[in-house]
């Protein structure tokens, strides 16, 4: 989960072209919401609890939240119940849904019609690779 879990902020940025550090819930939750095609403000709560208890736990401890629960038999690859904050994730059903969508955010791109869409992915993919590239030349 903690690789797959990465796509929601990197589609964000790479969709928006953003250059820069930081601005990691931001773009998080605006990856998240092109994945799970869910209108940011009906959905506020469940893009705050994914982001905090997803994504920190597994990036800043290693795991998620105990509001997390890993459970194969849910309708879906993930659920949300506000009332109590819980977050049901069915590990092989997301890594799927996941992979669907990247899928989806490939043909945006390989359309020529989508100009904005490839030309903010140049910008970022540009912007990412350059850093990688003087870090490799420098400690050479």
């Known amino acids: 989960m903690h690789i797959v879990v990465s796509l929601f902020e990197m589609i964000g940025k790479y969709r928006d072209g953003f ?3 930081g601005r990691s819930k931001y773009y998080f939750r605006e990856g998240a919401k092109y994945i799970f095609k869910k209108d940011l403000a009906e959905d506020e709560e469940f893009f705050n609890q ?6 920190n736990g597994l990036y800043h401890v290693g795991m ?14 993930i659920g949300f ?18 992979h669907i969508r990247f ?16 030309e903010n992915f140049g910008v970022r993919f540009n912007d990412d690779n350059k850093k990688t590239i003087v870090a490799n030349l420098t400690s050479n």
């Open 64 to 77: 998620t939240s105990p509001q997390v629960l890993l459970y194969d038999n849910i309708p879906g690859s």
């Open 19 to 21: 250059i820069g550090e």
């Open 103 to 118: 899928r989806d955010y490939a043909s945006e791109l390989r359309d020529s019609n989508n100009v904005n869409v490839r």
């Open 50 to 55: 994914i982001y905090s208890n997803v994504r």
């Open 81 to 98: 119940q506000q009332a109590t904050g819980a977050i049901a994730v069915s590990p092989d059903k997301f890594v799927q849904d996941l």
